[in-house]
């Protein structure tokens, strides 16, 4: 059965980095300080709407990063158990290196 299972590393490193990638744009960018200065009630709900978006986006950056990791650490997961179940089906125990 493990013989049939093909992990391929590239692939889940190249999705983690694309994951990371697309985290590196997704950072707040505040208001110039001109932008700070206004008298107009529309123009302060605007600013108050633009600095939670960017907040947003800096957390869906954030989030996007923590999958990165996740999707490594779960690829090592699948490793490891495809690796046990080898050496299982080899009659190895679970901690047999062979």
Do not use: W
Request: with cysteine.
């Amino acid at each position: 059965m493990a013989e049939n299972i093909f992990i391929n590393d590239d692939r889940v490193r190249e999705d983690a980095g694309r994951l990371e990638g697309a985290a590196a744009y997704l950072k707040s960018t505040p208001l110039s300080p001109q932008d700070q200065r206004t008298t107009l009630p529309a123009n302060s709900a605007g600013r108050i709407s633009y600095e939670e978006a960017q907040k947003n986006l800096a957390c869906l950056g954030t989030v996007l990063d923590r999958e990165a990791e996740n999707i490594r650490e779960l690829h090592m997961a699948f490793v490891e158990f495809d690796e046990m179940l080898g050496r299982l089906s080899r009659g190895g125990g679970a901690d047999d290196k062979r």
